[in-house]
């Protein structure tokens, strides 16, 4: 039976997912913008040798502005898929939930453009995952998917706010996962393309997504409507859960290679006109979740760079220097898959 790593993360963090691979699709020709074959450059970043607890120098917000970044977080015996929603500025300040789970535990928080409704995904039980939007100036939270026997995960704005992307896995045994988007109150649902995990390009033209071909995860682009994919990496690792850099230029992604251990998860970026890849973490932990930050200068991410078996959050500068914890929780609990608000007053 072929083994192919799967959501490996998530069954880490939620121990829910199953071990089903996507189908594989179709292998396009990995070409440059150019359209001229375009081998990866491989180069690695030294990594940060020191951590500091906090940011050196904190983050100052005007007064009753959010703080910069949402994750989520699961307490201590609280079940792995109970996760609330927590957001934290960089130093350390205006720690403070932000909505707490019920029967419903909800995880990987992505933000409309103006900052005030928080897409998310909602576990139901073991069949069921439903993408959810949360209004935090009305406090409203809508159920956006309904579909049973589903996981509807991975949910992400683009920045007109006029449409959110999203990944469909369908139970184990079937071997699929789908891309889809929808507008942001449930409507037009529609199918793109066969791959999960995808994020809009800056300007709302393209997607970047993962897709297995040939037992491997690897990086694909596609125009919105699932036309035109171009593959972009052709590496043994495996590539996964890629981000747009706000700018255009680069495609952030996590790459791990199966051969090793889990902890052999890192961040990589891509340059999307040269085919230069740069790893940005090399260490012993596991490195995950990566987003950018609204200028494109910073990268949080989950790790377990301190050295224990829970997660927290850290951010990075875009070089991968200047690594900074963020979070401290308790033993035995962890957070995870954060992202950056855009500044709301009130």
Known sequence: ????????????????LTSCAPASTSTPTVVSPTGTVVPPILTAIPPTTTLEPTASQPIVLEEGMNPDLTYS?????SGAHMFDIYEVNQDGSKHQVLLKATTVGFNQPDWSPDGKVMAIWGWHNPRTISIYTYDTTTEELTRL??????????????????????????????????????????SDQKKIIDGYAASWSPDGEKLVYSAVTDDNEDLYTCNSDGTNS?????????????????????????????????????IGVLN??????????QNNYLDSGARWSLDGSQIAFLSRYHGND???????NADGTGVKQVTHTAEGSYATFPSWRPPVKP
Do not use: C
């Open 310 to 316: 829970d997660f927290e959050i850290y951010v990075m």
């Open 1 to 16: 039976m072929k083994l192919i790593r799967q959501f490996a993360i998530f069954v880490i963090l939620l121990s829910l």
């Open 73 to 77: 977080f699961v307490p201590n015996n």
């Open 230 to 266: 171009v593959k972009l990496l052709d590496t043994e690792d495996n590539e996964s859960f890629p981000q747009w850099s706000p700018n255009g230029e680069l495609i952030m992604f996590e790459q791990f290679n199966r051969e090793k251990e889990i902890n052999s998860y890192e």
């Open 272 to 281: 999307i006109s040269t085919g230069e890849v740069k790893v940005l973490t």
């Open 145 to 186: 998917t309904d579909q049973k026997n589903v996981y509807d995960m991975f949910p992400h704005w683009n920045r007109t706010g006029e449409r959110i992307v999203f990944t469909r896995q369908y139970l184990p045994g079937t071997d699929r996962n789908e891309i889809w988007s929808m507008n942001p109150d449930g």
